[in-house]
């Protein structure tokens, strides 16, 4: 007899980077119906009010891992390998002091627009997961 979990089907309602994400997890453990609600038109679709920056570090890059889009990823986005505080004096003048809060033995975290980290997911449905995961 076959049980609800033998199917493997699922509606994720949101398209943003945990819908894609759990879509593209769930496509990789063999799910076969995912269904992906999205009230945006597309992937980059730009929205002023969700226009900010994603830090992905070693947690976030696990997920990035064990799609084998990391490489992608440092290629999209700015590498967190130095920090550097700047001082502007009153008269104009600059003081940059390098200072040491990045830990080397720490993988490198990347800094991106979340518009483009959605794209990267997307992406990465259109290309190798089409017969698992629909987008509407």
Same mark, same amino acid.
């Given at each position: 007899?076959?049980?609800?979990?033998?199917?493997?089907?699922?509606?994720? /309602?949101?398209?943003?980077?945990?819908?894609?994400?759990?879509?593209?997890?769930?496509?990789?453990?063999?799910?076969?119906?995912?269904?992906? /609600?999205?009230?945006?038109?597309?992937?980059?679709?730009?929205?002023?009010?969700?226009?900010?920056?994603?830090?992905?570090?070693?947690?976030?890059?696990?997920?990035?891992?064990?799609?084998?889009?990391?490489?992608?990823?440092?290629?999209?986005?700015?590498?967190?390998?130095?920090?550097?505080?700047?001082? /502007?004096?009153?008269?104009? #003048?600059?003081?940059? #002091?390098?200072?040491? /809060?990045?830990?080397?033995?720490?993988?490198?975290?990347?800094?991106?627009?979340?518009?483009?980290?959605?794209?990267?997911?997307?992406?990465?449905?259109?290309?190798?997961?089409?017969?698992?995961?629909?987008?509407?």
């Amino acid at each position: 007899m076959m049980s609800y979990l033998d199917k493997k089907n699922v509606v994720i /309602i949101g398209g943003g980077p945990t819908g894609l994400g759990t879509a593209l997890m769930l496509a990789k453990r063999g799910w076969k119906e995912i269904i992906v /609600i999205e009230k945006r038109p597309s992937a980059d679709y730009y929205e002023p009010d969700k226009s900010f920056n994603y830090q992905i570090d070693g947690r976030g890059q696990k997920l990035t891992d064990l799609l084998n889009l990391t490489d992608q990823l440092a290629d999209l986005s700015v590498p967190n390998t130095d920090f550097y505080l700047t001082l /502007i004096k009153s008269d104009g #003048t600059r003081k940059v #002091t390098k200072l040491p /809060i990045v830990d080397p033995e720490r993988k490198t975290a990347y800094w991106l627009p979340r518009a483009s980290f959605v794209k990267l997911l997307s992406e990465e449905i259109e290309k190798k997961w089409q017969d698992s995961i629909r987008a509407m």
